[in-house]
């Protein structure tokens, strides 16, 4: 099962769009003018796909539907009445669920009534930042006139979401959307990601949040390294533990060993496999059994057989990771000029001029981190079966770079069983893939000159 289109009626009382995903290689490129919607449409879609229905009680439409292969779909209609006269008795989303047209019985059809009442707010409020007050149907902060939703206090503080009664924790279109998980990259990507609620206040404004992105993802890659090199000392640990018991019983049952020119074979292919992994910072330098004949391993041929298996299980551990860290590095070498680029487990992202000098990952160029990070999102970060949303990736990157960045994505949603929307303005990006683009477009603007 497979969601096959998005549309919108009425975006800013203006714009009808409608999003086919339904391309072989399973990207939809949207392409239009400024203020058409694209990046409108992709917080709606990922509004949507989370159960956040806040979102659309914000953004003026008509009709918001999205289908899917089974043929089921879902509409959500804006209250116009409910948004302009504040009835509490009217949900200001209606949802309508259909099955090849024909309208199904549903539990919430009708509306969804996301405000939540007042005594509960009330209950809440001791547990929000003391810089916001309880006003009306949310909260107000000192100095401005917006009113915050909880729905918006908890994006800023998650671990609100704990006082929140469960009934009112039910993520909408889970029914649809099923095991379908959502990526979004901004076009916002170089600042880091904030930081849990306990460690930063993004109200107070004595405390700084300059971290920047391509530093968050190379302490991440550190953490990924390491938890992989536990689950291989772990492993490692217990096959070592036992190798004797397993020899002995290999020996005693009478199994016969590999050929001494396969173990040969074997033994050079494990070298290869493991320089690969102290390349990518996954290993240090090994012994590695070099020179060894046919004479040498007749000598212990059961030994090195139950050696060889062992060494593969080990470092199958790796695989995942290793693929991923291979994909990076590749690409990375590849792209960036006068550069050496390398992974350590403690250190994270290491680049290295070519006159030998270090350089550090916030010096990189502006195109080069989002480089880094576009990349780091797509192959390290993307859950298996997701809808990839990704606003203007283009944004500082070289053209050559935009002139690779569809065939870099479609690899790694092949991987992933992954779809994605792309929001651009750059031909350079779609390059001959123009088969893949929907163009957005507004109606017809009459001229007013004629008019007078």
């Known amino acids: 099962m497979n969601i096959t289109e998005f ?29 058409i919607g694209k990046t409108m449409l992709l917080r709606m879609i990922k509004g949507f796909m989370e159960g956040d229905v806040a979102i659309f009680e914000q953004i003026p439409f008509t009709e918001f539907s999205a289908k899917r292969s089974d043929g089921l779909s879902v509409t959500l209609k804006s209250n116009k009445a409910a948004r302009t006269i504040k009835k509490k008795d009217q949900p200001i989303i209606e949802l309508s669920v259909s099955k090849y047209n024909n309208l199904i019985p549903f539990e919430t059809t009708g509306g969804f ?96 949040n300059e971290v920047l992105r391509v530093k968050q993802y190379s302490k991440d890659i550190s953490s990924r ?9 772990k492993y490692s640990q217990e096959l070592d533990r036992t190798f004797p018991e397993r020899l002995v019983n290999f020996l005693r049952d009478g199994n ?38 046919e004479k040498d391993v007749e000598r212990c041929a059961e030994a090195l057989t ?16 290793a693929s991923q860290l291979g994909s990076l590095m590749d690409i990375i070498e590849h ?13 994270g992202f290491r680049f290295t001029s070519i006159t030998g000098s270090t350089i550090e990952a916030s010096e990189l160029s502006s195109g080069e981190q989002h480089e880094l990070v576009l990349l780091y999102e797509l192959i390290f970060r993307i859950p298996q079966h997701s809808l990839i949303l990704i606003d203007e990736p283009e944004i500082s990157l070289h053209v050559a770079w935009q002139a690779s960045f569809l065939g870099d994505l479609m690899n790694t949603l092949k991987l992933t069983n992954s779809y994605g929307i792309v929001a651009t303005h750059s031909p350079t990006l779609i390059g001959p893939r123009w088969d893949l683009t929907i163009q957005l477009t507004g109606p017809e603007i009459p001229d007013l000159g004629a008019l007078k």
């Open 7 to 35: 549309s919108v009626r009425g975006l800013f009382g203006i714009f009808d769009h409608k999003i086919p995903l339904t391309n072989d290689d399973n990207v939809t490129v949207i392409h239009g003018p400024n203020g």
């Open 113 to 208: 009534y996301t405000s939540i009442p007042s005594d509960i707010l009330d209950d809440i409020d001791p547990q929000i930042h003391y810089i916001f007050s309880r006003h009306m149907s949310g909260w107000t902060k000192d100095g401005e006139s917006k009113i915050y939703s909880l729905h918006e206090l908890i994006k800023i503080y998650p671990t609100l979401e704990k006082h929140v009664p469960e009934q009112y924790k039910t993520k909408a279109f889970s029914f649809f959307t099923q095991d379908i998980n959502v990526f979004y990259v901004e076009t916002i990507r170089l600042s880091a990601e904030k930081r849990p609620v306990q460690d930063y206040d993004p109200f107070n404004d004595n405390e700084t």
């Open 225 to 233: 390294i390491e938890v992989a090199l536990a689950d291989y000392a």
């Open 256 to 293: 016969s060993p590999l050929e001494s020119k396969t173990i040969i074979s074997e033994i050079n292919h494990l070298g290869t496999l493991r320089k690969r992994l102290i390349n990518l910072g996954l290993l240090d330098s090994e012994n590695i059994l070099n020179g060894i004949s």
């Open 306 to 321: 139950i050696y060889i298996n062992d060494m593969k299980s080990k470092l199958s551990v790796f695989d995942k990771i």
């Open 335 to 347: 792209r960036f000029k006068y550069k050496q680029f390398s992974l350590h487990r403690t250190d």
